[in-house]
């Protein structure tokens, strides 16, 4: 994965998006975004700073605070580290089209937590590469251990997203959608086009 094949999906004439520049963050400590993203389907991306980029992750079900859920996540190209900030429409006829809004963001280190974030991005990065990642988010919603595993098998991109069973879980049923403001963009056209939606269902 690299920021050429973002720059390659997009017309940075036509979206607002932030070019694909290698930066590293100015922050003492690493960065994490979730994503909330109504394209052709409503899906979270998930993700994480490392090595001057954001490691991104498609999850379809959005993350859980639930140990017992395994969400599917698939990794998709790195974004530019400016895209922890980005929130905004996304013009029909460009990659991704639809609207984007920030769902939960914060910091994040490796389990270790060697309160430096050089020494935590290496051991990120081997966590990477291995297939097996572990970290400890320090969001407003997700907070505590989780888990990237990388599923064997299959596409090299297919992971699962876990949360460790910390003082942060929780053992009732976690829905992603359950934790959005009503007024959010993204809802407000939910409202307004989810009844067309069931219609065109039931013509199928």
Do not use: C
């Not at 969400?71 to 609207?99: C, T």
């Amino acid at each position: 994965m690299s920021l050429a094949t973002y720059n390659t999906k997009r017309d940075f004439k036509q979206t607002s998006e932030p070019t694909g520049k290698k930066s590293d963050s100015k922050e003492e400590a690493l960065a994490f975004v979730v994503q909330r993203h109504k394209a052709s389907h409503l899906h979270y991306d998930f993700r994480l700073e490392m090595d001057g980029v954001l490691k991104s992750w498609a999850v379809p079900k959005g993350p859980s605070l639930n140990p017992q859920d395994k969400r599917l996540a698939m990794m998709v190209e790195d974004h530019p580290y400016d895209y922890k900030d980005f929130s905004g429409v996304i013009p029909e006829g460009n990659y991704g089209a639809g609207i984007v809004e920030i769902w939960d963001s914060g910091t994040y280190t490796s389990l270790e937590d060697k309160g430096n974030a050089k020494e935590d991005e290496k051991l990120l990065k081997a966590g990477l590469e291995g297939g097996s990642l572990k970290f400890v988010l320090k969001g407003k919603k997700l907070k505590g251990e989780f888990a990237l595993v990388r599923l064997k098998g299959s596409d090299s991109n297919s992971w699962l997203l876990i949360k460790h069973n910390d003082s942060f879980a929780v053992h009732e049923d976690y829905n992603s959608e359950e934790n959005t403001p009503k007024n959010s963009p993204i809802n407000k056209w939910l409202a307004v086009n989810k009844p067309e939606d069931k219609q065109a269902k039931k013509k199928l």
